[in-house]
């Protein structure tokens, strides 16, 4: 098994997607987002994980940011219970330097650069892919700590889960499809009513105006494999409201927020004998109205995305060609209603537009290695031109795998640091960033192992000034260490070990004095034995995450910021097969009643159980 799949003959549970058979899931074998296009994963040079359908199901993810949880390098730092948005970032990276894709198209909005991850559901995901490491080559702006690709597949059969469990929390689940056309909901409700203890200067409490409804649902199509075109799409719709607690310092005990987010696309792909040619459309548009009583009213965010992408993939006998042409636009329509700066618009309406032009180079030399460049250069208005090049390597020593990339990666200003009245800068330029990694693999020790290398030098980071105006002063040195283990099958059972040391995430900016850059753990592990149903009628599992501690960005009036203390949490689960091919799951997260608050003033839920009934 190859070491960075991590743990992927894991929790081989049934899919609403796969034929409803208990058979062990297969090592997976291609990727499709490290070099853009479908490949054996032990040809690429990026590092990557893959967490599978059956992993989702098994531990019970329900949002793309649960699932992401645990993987090495990821760092998921959350607000408090479902439906508030969790912080995601890749090796030291913040949410707005990675890259979030949905079936291989960016969807971050053009405001702020992000996407909440806490609010797309994994109904109807068939696998999420994470590269580490810049990928703005390939990729373009946002890739400086790596890209996080969702992948949906058409349903095939008819699936339907439900659960309920501690706090309010309900879900459920529905898809239906013969593989060609599809349909997939989801329905997820909780109260998020949970009791905490006394934390940061605040008492003991019970954790109020903090409940979430979401609702989702995507219509997927996908034509015969017959003949040398195929044609692929969906339309999908997502809902969330919720509550906004507050820090524990200055509740909200009155606001709301309503997140809607729609979007769809369409590729056409031709397939011959040494080439992939493909065209893909995609739109996508997102509306959040947040309202606080207390505030004394109501300001709204409407962002819109459109993307033309052409590629051709040609594959010679020893080589392999990637180009492509991306076209991208982004508008932003932002009423800042009682957050307007007196004497400024209390509204505002600005776009950007974006065409790259890309192309990546490998070849097979001897004895199964291969070398990499490749270089993007694109145009991004209003900044101008950059040009992000790139290098990698795969060398075999024996029973060992070398990888190696070096190259450079960006991001461009949002619209609202560049258009936000009174708090803005048209002036700003794109940060940059030089990455490197090294990876050394073992894939026949145990059930696979690695250890890989990866810095980062920044520059031209984008930070508020005294006046809170966003300028290009800041700096950032970042180095770290990842690891990954697995066992062979004992039985069926397999344990696996993440480590991530993020020995070095300093601010270089000048006259900060190398301080610890916000938000980012020292040190992260998760411990994992999973055993799937493999033949029999029971599977279970058990996973532990090790957070270390790190500084929040929370500043005092003092001009402090608190240090957040470290926590670890375990979470494990139980699934026994009924008559019927039915399941039935009992789930404990935080068993060990772990109190803590992973972002400052936002207190976790303790121990929760949930139980979870499906078809298959």
Sequence with gaps: ????????????????TPAPSATPLKVIETIYTSDRRAEPIDQTSRPTFVITRAQIEARGARTVAGALRGVPGVTELAYGGFGSQPSVGIRGASMQQTLVLLDGTPIATGSNGEIDLGMLSTAGVSRIEVVEGGASTLYGTTAMGGVINVITAVPRGTYLSASTGSYGESDLRAALGDGRLGVAFDRHVAANDYPYPAFDGSPAGTRTNAGAQA????????????GAWRVRGSVSASALTNAVPGSLQYPTPYARQSTSFDEG???????????????????????????????????????????ISVKEVLDGEHTTLIAGVDLARESDLVDLGPYAVPGTPAAFAAGAAQAAIYAQQSWSLRAGSRLFVGARAEHDSPHGAILAPEVGTVVPLGRLRVAANL???????????LYYPGYSNPNLQPEKSRNADLTVEAPAFLGGASIGWFGREASNLIALDQNFVPQNTQRASIHGLTATLATRPLDGMVATLGVTDLYRALDASPGAGDARLRFEPTVQATLG????????????????????????YYTAADGSTPAIDGYSTVDAYVRMRLA?????????????????????????????????????
């Excluded at 995507?218 to 017959?226: D, G, I, Q």
């Excluded at 279970?540 to 090790?546: K, S, Y």
């Design 1 to 16: 098994m190859h070491p960075l799949v991590l743990a992927a003959a894991l929790a081989a549970a049934p899919s609403p």
């Design 215 to 226: 609702t989702s649902a995507r219509l997927s199509y996908a034509s015969p494999s017959r």
């Design 265 to 307: 696309h369409l590729e056409l792909r031709r397939t011959s004998t040494r080439s992939v040619f493909s065209v893909a459309l995609s739109g996508s548009r997102q509306a959040l109205p947040y309202v606080d009583p207390s505030s004394g009213g109501e300001s709204d965010t409407y962002d819109g995305r459109s993307q």
């Design 407 to 417: 190259g450079e990666a960006f991001r461009v200003p949002t619209l609202i640091d």
């Design 529 to 552: 034995v999973e055993r799937p149903f493999a033949g029999g009628n029971t599977a279970f599992g058990m996973r532990a995450q090790i957070v270390g501690p790190h500084v929040d």
């Design 580 to 616: 019927g091919g039915a399941v039935l799951t009992l789930r404990a997260r935080n068993l060990g009643n772990a109190a803590y608050a992973p972002i400052y003033g936002y207190p976790a839920p303790g121990r929760t159980y949930s139980l979870d009934i499906a078809t298959r």
